[in-house]
């Protein structure tokens, strides 16, 4: 599974040049996080992966499917998309079924489907709740529902839009770990996200964004080492890479260990 | 987001630069020839000779009509045949194989058809070709409390914020595998998921509306400063007058109508 992004212009009907020539190409295996300011175009360029919005100009390429030629709903066999707002897909009464919708509807067979799910839910820590009504949960565990929901899709690529917002430290831990286990999986992994340290943690590769254009990507330890570049999209680099720079060393680390061993001793 | 939620088309028309009170005064002098009159022409003839010719004046009457016939047509065509066909006890006038349409039912379905058709033309009308904001500083010049004004000015926006929301949750479902590019049935079937968390988000955005007021002081007494001017001129303050009391006269002549006969008898 690769996904290619080719010079890609989108102009909403109202008239916002969200994106101005896009170009990206993602191996199976990726995992990358999108970040820069609001309103720089990546929930955009997010949504012309799964066909939602489809290129002005330019192309956009899931293997060997050009999203302009097949249906969201077809696309969505292939590309898991969490939205940022849980309350926008709450279309059951419980949770179980909440999350079974996308597998139903995908075509798997029931005891896949409630088995995906099942274990969809297990790994969110929601196992206990699946026959809760979806609005009964809290909002942090609504948020983690739809994570849920996406992953018991089993789609070899997953886009999750924001899925840090409102979270306490628990809530990081299992999306890292859920982050992770995707990884492990070999299954592409986007994510937008304006937790820098999030990113820095679970991410390999970065893709900054301003204003409708790709700023920098690149290894994510590279991105994080151009503070000035990522200052013109209000990004700020993450504690230790400014540690490092105000200490001058020639490093951008994104450990604690990758900061020491660059220490002079 | 930079979505506006209001149905305004920004053009420079004349229809446009009307101060809003005058076109509030004719959207009402409209409804009260439509709705105060027995017969069934008139609102026909004032969708015609009025909403028609303003439209056009503004430019706006292409969306017009096509958000019209998307509306009344469904209506229609329900009305026609379930009160044409299934009028209890008329004159049939008209033979459909074993079935057959009632006069009194065709009359009052061209009636209710041309009620809605005045209605909703008239409202499409003010709304495409006034800034909310005008409207809502006329009407307050005129001594009608905030409370009123934000009522009117949220039935305004209902549509297009019903409209956004919709188009939200149905690209969740879509991208959850639901089909809903294809022949009328698929995409009806695929609505229905949509309105639980249609209204659901709805009574949550009450809620935030609310809140949202009371913390910037929509209660206050008093008067406000506003960055807006408006434009009017002793020629239009004449017409509101004039159709104010045309409207007047129609609601007695209507009421008159309607007592006259009761009374001889
Ligand atoms: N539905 C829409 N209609 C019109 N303009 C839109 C719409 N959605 C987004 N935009 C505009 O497109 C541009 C890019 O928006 P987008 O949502 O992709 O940014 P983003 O990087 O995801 O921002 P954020 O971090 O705030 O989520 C913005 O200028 C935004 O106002
Ligand atoms: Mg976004």
Redesign the pocket.
Known sequence: MNLVIDDVGFT???G?E?LRGVSLRIQGGESIAFI??????????MKHLNGLLKPSRGRVTVDDWDTREHTVAKLAARVGFVF?NPDDQIVERTVIDEVAFGPRRLGQSETDALANSVAALEIVGLSDESRTHPYDLSASQRKLMTLASVLAMRTPVVIF??PTMGQDARGLKLIGDIVEELKREKRIVLI?T?DIDFCSAHFERVVA?AD?RVLIDGPTAEVMARADLLATTNVEPPQLVRLAQALGLPVAPLTIDGLIAALPR | ???SFSLYIPTNSGMHRLHPLTKLALVFLCLVLGLFLPGVWLSYATFALIIIPSALWGGVLPRLLSALFKTALPIALSLFLIQGLFWPGGTPILHLGPLSFKEEGLYFSIQRTGRFIMIIGSFLLLTFTTRPDELMLALNRHGIPNSITYIILSTMQIIPRFQ?KANTILDAQRSRGLETEGNVLVRIRALLPLIQPLLLGSIVDIDERAIALEVRAFGRKGPRTSLLTLHDTPAQRIARWLMLLAAVAVIAWGIYLWLAPRFIA
């Not at chain 1, 820069?36 to 955009?44: D, H, L, V």
Request: proline share 4%; glycine share 20%.
């Open positions: 909403y009907p109202g916002a969200a820069g300011e609001n309103g720089a175009g990546k929930t955009t360029l940022q839009d924001e937008i304006h964004m409708g | 987001m930079s979505q956004a």
